[in-house]
């Protein structure tokens, strides 16, 4: 690493900047937004550099640059069109041992200014040490999609209480309650528009941490969509990096749980068919229980929580515990699969509504109501329906749907395994067996089905 990432306080310093073009005046942009005395040298410059000399109570010098002006600036930078002019204003200003940066030209620096994120008080810098600024700009455009716009209300709001944290709490404390505060409950509130309302749960739980501090544990339900990484939402990313532990589905693809932190706990929870691993009742007390040791749990599941995802069990019995919980949706696997696959679930032509069905056999049988079912003008999905897949293709023509209704299965949706089997009605439970179709795999009825041959475009 040739360069170490400083923070300067440029608070009304007075920065020397010699040259006037636009190159300067997009120096100056930034030298001023962090409250710099702007000093400028240069023969002519443009309307808005001028502008911003006046407005930072500095002054502009409309001559060559001379050794002499460098006793003005405290720290310094070069943006002129001539190549020898930099390089003298470098030379000078390492003689004086003055911080000095040279635009485009990293081997003149003794700094170089960073691709910057900014949230409020908060900043952060990408650098390559003038090697690829543009791909540090890249970084930079990453970083922005992924921080939530709140972080800037979060930062402000700690400002304001940093100093009744510091009385209040030792060393130890400081740095477990502000994690407590940047990932829990009060983070949630701030993400949520009600600053107000977080900054107050933040000075009430202080009180409590200041009289006896206990751990406060939290619990992230978070859908981790049907399997390509790509269709996470920035939420779900942003605690899937915080949690100390993971409790996660079978469902889960693998290159999704590459996305959670490294040091975390991993603990498969993951159910097959005809075999479980964990029971459902014991998922929901081991969350209350890793909770109530201070940890950051994250259950992670496939698709969407709520959505055949018995989210809804779970977060019932953290309620009863009295353990905070976030819930993040996902993309569930029917639009994700559907879409990859080329199949619209509604269509003005095909469906105007779409029922998601379980198809999961309960003592061996598939109870349903088939007559509501086989009525024309829907897309139906059914989930974990492989294993039921020659009841369900029976009992939807048995009540009434046309055996030639088409008919898919979409086996490992949205990865690049994906496979696409197509049928009708009569015909899918052979094709599944034929093609030794494997779960997951998601069952699409409905005329929009027979769009996948002109809308695929996943292969």
Not at 118 to 124: C, K
Not at 225 to 241: E, N
Not at 259 to 272: F, N, P, Q, T
Not at 341 to 362: E, W
Request: hydrophobic share 40%; proline share 7%; with cysteine.
């Amino acid at each position: 690493m040739r360069y170490i990432p400083l923070a300067f306080d440029l608070i009304d310093r007075p920065c020397l900047l010699v040259g006037g073009g636009p190159v300067a005046t997009r120096k100056a942009r930034l030298l001023r937004k962090a409250g710099a005395r702007l000093v400028v040298v240069a023969p002519d410059i443009t309307d808005e550099l001028r502008e911003l000399v006046r407005e930072s109570g500095g002054q502009y010098y409309p001559e060559p640059y001379r050794t002499d002006f460098l006793d003005l600036g405290e720290l310094v930078i070069a943006a002129t069109s001539e190549e020898s002019v930099n390089a003298i204003v470098s030379a000078d200003a390492r003689a004086l041992r003055l911080p000095v940066n040279v635009v485009d030209s990293p081997e003149l620096c003794t700094f170089t200014v960073p691709a910057l994120v900014e949230r409020g008080p908060l900043s952060i810098g990408i650098s390559s040490g003038g090697a690829a600024p543009v791909l540090a700009r890249s970084i930079r455009a990453q970083l922005e999609a992924l921080l939530s716009p709140a972080v800037a209300s979060m930062a402000e709001m700690a400002a304001r209480t940093r100093d009744r944290v510091k009385e209040a709490l030792p060393e130890p404390q400081r740095k477990d309650f502000w994690q407590w505060v940047f990932t829990g409950p009060v983070a949630s509130k701030v993400e949520s528009g009600k600053p107000e309302e977080g900054e107050a749960q933040l000075l009430e739980v202080l009180e409590k941490w200041a009289g006896s501090p206990e751990p406060t544990g939290e619990v992230y339900l978070v859908g981790g969509g049907p399997g390509d990484p790509d269709l996470l939402t920035f939420r779900a990313l942003r605690l899937m990096q915080q949690a100390d532990v993971v409790l996660y589905d079978r469902l889960v693809s693998k290159e999704v749980l590459e996305l959670v932190r490294r040091d975390a706990e991993r603990v498969y929870v993951g159910k097959k068919r005809e075999f479980h691993s964990v029971p459902q009742d014991n998922i929901n007390q081991l969350l209350v229980d890793l909770a109530r040791e201070g940890k950051k749990v994250l259950r992670l599941k496939g698709g969407d929580p709520f959505i055949f995802g018995r989210g809804g069990e779970e977060i019932d019995r953290l309620a009863d515990a009295r353990i905070p919980f976030q819930v993040v949706p996902g993309i569930t696997a029917a639009s994700g699969c559907a879409s990859y696959a080329g199949i619209p679930l509604t269509h003005r032509d095909h469906a105007q509504s779409v029922r998601f069905i379980t198809g999961h056999l309960k003592e061996g049988e598939l109870v349903l109501p088939w007559k509501e079912l086989a009525s024309p003008g829907q897309t139906l999905v059914f989930y974990m329906g492989l294993t039921g897949l020659d009841t369900i293709c029976a009992q939807l023509a048995a009540h009434g749907l046309p055996a030639e209704t088409p008919a898919a299965l979409v086996e490992k949706g949205t990865t690049p395994e994906q496979r696409v089997v197509v049928g009708n009605l009569q015909t899918l439970p052979d094709l599944a067996r034929e093609r030794e179709v494997q779960a997951p795999a998601l069952t699409i009825v409905g005329g929009v089905v027979s769009l996948h041959e002109k809308l695929q475009w996943f292969r």
